[in-house]
């Protein structure tokens, strides 16, 4: 990591999460995205995610979101030590808000990562709602992470995360697959394709007529 800012203090956070799953995940939503437009990210986390983005698609104007201060601190000092001019400033979108999309702009992209396991399932709908009402005519948005599938999971180590969740929140974990896209789908979305990515998480790709 590069040295500290200005301040003495190096704001980056690093999710080890975030550095084993980006590439596969960047080489998915790159061969999905448009080649111009406006990108958004729901719940940027550290930032690791949409700096690999920003320089692998740099004809997007990226725009990450993070209800959390901490978080978009360390997005907006991974995007000066990158270098990236086409990341905008992180703002604080919450989208377990209903109408939280109401003030977005029309979007061509939208990519949420690793969130929905994390959230209500409350939360999960205004999330993949406020995606579609986001995006713009044509647009693409990509839905990544962990899913049952027909109500189960797909590997021990998947079963016992989930029940970790569940212990600490019994309104979290893991959501069904088949429910994430109906929801989409009734929200106004295509379902483009499901991608089978490492680790048994899933990558869903929706597109808005």
Not at 31 to 59: C, N, Y
Not at 74 to 90: D, F, K, V, Y
Not at 151 to 160: I, K, L, V, Y
Not at 167 to 178: A, L, N, T
Request: with cysteine.
């Amino acid at each position: 990591m590069a040295g500290p800012s200005e301040t003495g203090v190096d704001a980056r956070r690093s999710a080890p999460a975030a550095q084993r799953n980006r590439e596969a995940i960047a080489r998915e939503v790159l061969k999905l995205a448009p080649e111009r437009g406006r990108a958004l990210e729901i719940a940027s986390g550290s930032g690791e995610h949409i700096v690999r983005f920003a320089a692998l698609m740099p004809g997007l104007d990226w725009h990450p979101t993070d209800p959390d201060p901490g978080q978009r601190a360390s997005i907006a000092a991974w995007t000066e030590a990158e270098g990236l001019t086409n990341i905008a400033p992180p703002r604080p979108v919450d989208v377990s808000n209903p109408g939280w999309a109401e003030q977005e702009p029309p979007t061509d992209l939208v990519v949420l990562v690793n969130l929905l396991h994390l959230v209500t399932d409350a939360a999960a709908w205004s999330a993949i709602d406020g995606i579609a009402a986001a995006l713009a005519p044509g647009g693409t948005a990509v839905i990544y992470g962990p899913f049952l599938r027909d109500g189960e999971t797909t590997s021990e180590g998947d079963a016992a995360f989930h029940r970790s969740l569940r212990e600490r929140d019994p309104r979290i974990g893991y959501k069904d697959v088949i429910d994430v896209v109906a929801r989409a789908v009734a929200a106004g979305l295509c379902h483009v394709e499901t991608v089978r990515m490492p680790a048994n998480n899933l990558l869903l790709a929706f597109a808005k007529d």
